[in-house]
């Protein structure tokens, strides 16, 4: 953990801290907005359940540089806002998405509840390895984008005996020693503003 001195906080500006908490509220929001979505899944209202998906990736997409830009870890210095991000990263790519692949219809059934824990177990896993980033900021191993898969299976709808294969295959990369590309925190795929 990241020791913060408590003089640097008492120093700053209560709109600052203020500010800086705010983005841990957006990053938490993203857990009520997946309830929204399994709370659809559930109903079977397939399109509002990925709608909901799509807001929490906006918020995803947006909390870690608001985050960076109002110094939140040494505003917040309490508060852990990597911890709070994994919380609701793996609810909404990895904990509603395998609810809509196990029970969307689209897998062998006997496969659907078995696959769908192993989209849990895997992602959880996932989730807790310290070594899910590598130094350059690229995932090691398929990233638990289990939204995205959820999103093609819905859309593609490929045999119940081929969706298995790739789930199950999806599942096991979790664990594979390659690297995957985030498009946001990958250093030479950022705009800097100054050609190179």
Do not use: C
């Not at 789930?167 to 690297?179: D, E, H, W």
Request: net charge positive; glycine share 8%; hydrophobic share 55%.
């Amino acid at each position: 953990m990241v020791q913060v001195n408590q003089q640097d906080t008492s120093k700053a500006a209560p709109a600052a801290r203020a500010a800086a908490f705010s983005v841990h509220i957006l990053t938490a929001l993203g857990a009520g907005v997946a309830l929204l979505a399994l709370l659809e899944a559930v109903r079977e209202h397939w399109a509002a359940m990925f709608g909901w998906l799509g807001v929490a990736l906006v918020i995803d997409a947006i909390d870690g540089p608001m985050a960076r830009r109002l110094d939140v870890v040494r505003l917040q210095p309490n508060w852990s806002g990597d911890v709070l991000d994994l919380v609701v990263d793996f609810a909404t790519y990895v904990f509603v998405p395998a609810y809509a692949i196990a029970a969307g219809g689209h897998l062998l059934p006997l496969a659907a509840p078995l696959l769908g824990v192993g989209i849990t177990v895997s992602g959880a896993l996932y989730f807790a390895d310290r070594r899910m980033k590598s130094a350059d900021n690229h995932f090691r191993g398929f990233p638990g984008l289990w939204n995205v898969a959820a999103f093609y299976l819905f859309l593609l709808r490929p045999a119940p005996w081929l969706a298995a294969g790739m789930v199950a295959v999806l599942a096991v990369l979790t664990f594979a020693s390659f690297k995957f590309i985030h498009p946001l925190r990958v250093r030479r795929l950022r705009y800097s503003g100054n050609p190179q």
